[in-house]
């Protein structure tokens, strides 16, 4: 979870996403749900979006950015395109789940949900995915110089993020406030 999420931990990236591999499927809801009770005072929530032959794609975000971001005119204009109804958080996460399970590929506007600029999630979806600009976390099609500056301090609370578990430092003592 470090290694995949900090950013997202640190506050400074709205969501992440990461695979879980499982043998018992109730054990691994009971560890979501242990997740929850531990992060939630700390502005963040875990949930699995899609489940496959004993793996979990789980969604660690920070509820309070996503509803600023999806609340984004540019965002909502690119949901509402994409038959979000609302750009409500629980019903827009509830609209991504389903997209996410009837489709073989991920769903576009999922960088929406990252936290990735709309400018660069629209340019993902009107380019398919070719002509961008610079690529780290997700394609740029916009800013590549604030792009390059953001993937450096992912990458940065990464690396830092990773050596102080190493150190022996809990996921909770690592998750910021927010």
């Known amino acids: 979870m470090v290694r995949l999420c900090a950013p997202t931990l640190a506050g400074m990236k709205t969501g992440s996403l990461y695979n879980y591999s ?11 749900r242990g997740w929850n009770r531990r992060l939630r005072q700390k502005g963040v929530c875990l949930i699995p979006l899609r489940f496959s032959a004993g793996t979990a794609l789980l969604y660690l975000f920070r509820p309070a950015l996503l509803r600023g971001d999806l609340q984004c005119e540019r965002a909502s204009c690119i949901l509402r395109e994409l038959g979000y109804g609302s750009a409500e958080c629980g019903r827009c996460l509830s609209r991504l789940i389903e997209r996410i399970r009837d489709m073989e590929s991920f769903p576009h506007e999922i960088g929406l949900f990252l936290g990735y600029p709309p400018e660069d999630v629209e340019g993902f979806i009107q380019n398919r995915a070719a002509g961008f600009k610079t690529v780290g976390y997700w394609k740029v099609y916009g800013d590549a110089g604030k792009a390059e500056r953001t993937f450096r301090k992912y990458r940065k609370c990464t690396d ?19």
């Open 22 to 32: 499982y043998s018992n499927r109730e054990a691994m809801m009971k560890s979501v």
């Open 160 to 178: 830092l993020y990773c050596r102080r578990l190493r150190n022996g430092e809990s996921v909770e003592r690592l998750t910021v406030n927010r």
